[in-house]
T-cell receptor
Framework: DTEVTQTPKHLVMGMTNKKSLKCEQH?????MYWYKQKAKKPPELMFV???????INESVPSRFSPECPNSSLLNLHLHALQPEDSALYLC???????????????FGQGTRLTVV | QKEVEQDPGPLSVPEGAIVSLNCTYS??????FMWYRQYSRKGPELLMY????GNKEDGRFTAQVDKSSKYISLFIRDSQPSDSATYLC???????????FGSGTKLNVKP
């Protein structure tokens, strides 16, 4: 299994809603990431989890709350979002950085989020 | 100065042409150099990656890294209409916890 699976594929939510994005991989990768991608822009890093611990938070507003319940799962909890948060949210994973021979980043297909 | 610079294009070529896509970077700590392909409304998919300098070939695709010039390239031989997509370069340091993307070059291969 060499896939990163994201659900849902599409999500429409109101500004008062609470929703969660889910990401799953079974490649034994210990680094997982959330990216946000706006139209015609490259993906922007939001969070990095390394060995289930949050290692990087790129000054993301608190209305986005990541969670890594185990080494295969990564969630992004959403609450009180704004219309400008509408974007493609991508999850990615990579093997432990110390292993030079297998360093690859795998992306999921993304969740297209629309905030109304 | 941006960490990674990439010409946004668009780049339009006829089918069968050789395509050259390039990125420059400023951080000499980068060790991993990746090329992603992104079709419209899809997430970026990893095409190729190299570690440190050198060339890597995979079918019609060749990735080159010149660390002395801080310049990387992706060549596509015998380009096909199905190669039409946005190509993003990305780079990371040794521990690979954080990587930087270029802005992407939009490629259009005309039949």
């Amino acid at each position: 299994d060499t896939e990163v699976t994201q659900t849902p594929k599409h999500l429409v939510m109101g500004m008062t809603n609470k929703k969660s994005l889910k990401c799953e991989q079974h490649m034994g990768h210990r680094a997982m990431y959330w990216y946000k991608q706006k139209a015609k822009k490259p993906p922007e890093l939001m969070f990095v989890y390394s060995y289930e611990k949050l290692s990087i938070n790129e000054s993301v507003p608190s209305r986005f709350s990541p969670e890594c319940p185990n080494s295969s799962l990564l969630n992004l909890h959403l609450h009180a979002l704004q219309p400008e948060d509408s974007a493609l949210y991508l999850c990615a994973s990579s093997p432990p950085g110390k292993n030079r021979g297998t360093t690859e980043a795998f992306f999921g297909q993304g969740t297209r989020l629309t905030v109304v | 100065q941006k960490e990674v610079e990439q010409d946004p294009g668009p780049l339009s070529v006829p089918e069968g042409a050789i395509v050259s896509l390039n990125c420059t970077y400023s951080n000499s700590a980068f060790q991993y150099f990746m090329w992603y392909r992104q079709y419209s409304r899809k997430g970026p998919e990893l095409l190729m990656y190299t570690y440190s300098s050198g060339n890597k070939e995979d079918g019609r695709f060749t990735a080159q890294v010149d660390k002395s010039s801080k310049y990387i390239s992706l060549f596509i031989r015998d380009s096909q209409p199905s190669d039409s997509a946005t190509y993003l370069c990305a780079m990371a340091g040794y521990n690979f916890n954080k990587f930087y993307f270029g802005s992407g070059t939009k490629l259009n291969v005309k039949p």
